[in-house]
């Protein structure tokens, strides 16, 4: 009972950090190692955490469009994944394929949920500004916390009903999947991944930036290169790139220029 009571806490606190935005409990990497890390199953969290956080990267809200619910999408899929290891899943990769195949569908149907509490938002907007007329702060207060708090409900309340759930049903779910289609959800996983490094890049893409995205690819493929070594990498060639912008953008070397090295030697050609 304890374990379910801290995952719905997480819950409720990735809910209200989808609007807050300020210390990122919605982010899937965030939320799925806390709830593996309450229930037990840390290493699987961090996996699968980082897998579906490849997925959103891309996510952002763009004037009206609303991005997909990241926080339901987290949570939902890592107590999934937690319910099929505790009820006998000896097969962990197919644990998490399958929690990030229903991690799609699950943020698209967050959206709904967003919706309504939105909705039930707009009454709650009209109550602190009598309160404001009133010139009485705790009641504008109150019906902020109140507001905030249904923005985390509707992703504790799921959250709490997939608890209930046995644990053997998942496990029989996850077991009767025939090979082909457990596959295929590994192979959709790495796909959806790649979707999401996509759009961050489609975002991102400029004549500047395209040469260290092929210099990255050549790196990954060298072996003795680790995931830390390609981090201190990219942060040299940042602090190196952003040392010559500003170098250039002073007028050191007495030639003016755009103030960007790699614009201006690009626009050369």
């Not at 309450?38 to 009206?64: K, P, R």
Request: proline share 3%; with cysteine.
């Amino acid at each position: 009972m304890i374990t379910v009571l801290l995952i719905i806490v997480v819950a409720l606190l990735a809910g209200m950090e989808g609007v807050l935005d300020e210390f990122q409990f919605h982010q899937p990497l965030v939320a799925c190692t806390l709830i593996g890390l309450v229930s037990g199953h840390l290493t699987e969290g961090v996996i699968l955490g980082g897998s579906l956080q490849m997925i959103a990267l891309g996510w952002a809200n763009v004037g009206a469009a609303v991005a997909p619910d990241a926080a339901l999408a987290s949570v939902a899929s890592a107590i999934i994944m937690v319910l099929g290891l505790n009820g006998g899943t000896t097969n962990v990769q197919t644990a998490i394929s399958t929690s990030i195949a229903v991690a799609i569908p699950l943020s698209v149907a967050g959206l709904f949920l967003t919706m309504i509490v939105r909705t039930l938002s707009i009454p709650i907007v009209h109550f602190m500004d009598a309160a404001a007329e009133e010139a009485n702060m705790r009641k504008m207060e109150m019906w902020h916390i109140i507001a905030i708090l249904l923005q985390g409900i509707r992703i504790a309340i799921p959250a709490a009903a997939l608890c209930f759930v046995p644990a053997s049903v998942v496990t029989s779910a996850l077991n009767s999947m025939p090979e082909w289609l457990a596959t295929g959800m590994t192979i959709g996983g790495g796909m959806v991944a790649a979707v999401g490094y996509a759009m961050v890049i489609n975002m991102m893409s400029t004549k500047e930036t395209w040469p260290f995205f092929a210099l990255g690819f050549v790196l990954a493929a060298i072996n003795q290169l680790t995931l830390i070594a390609l981090g201190v990498i990219g942060v040299s060639l940042a602090l190196l790139y952003l040392g010559l912008k500003e170098s250039a953008g002073n007028g050191g070397n007495g030639n003016g220029g755009s103030g960007d090295p790699l614009g201006d030697i690009l626009n050369e050609y």
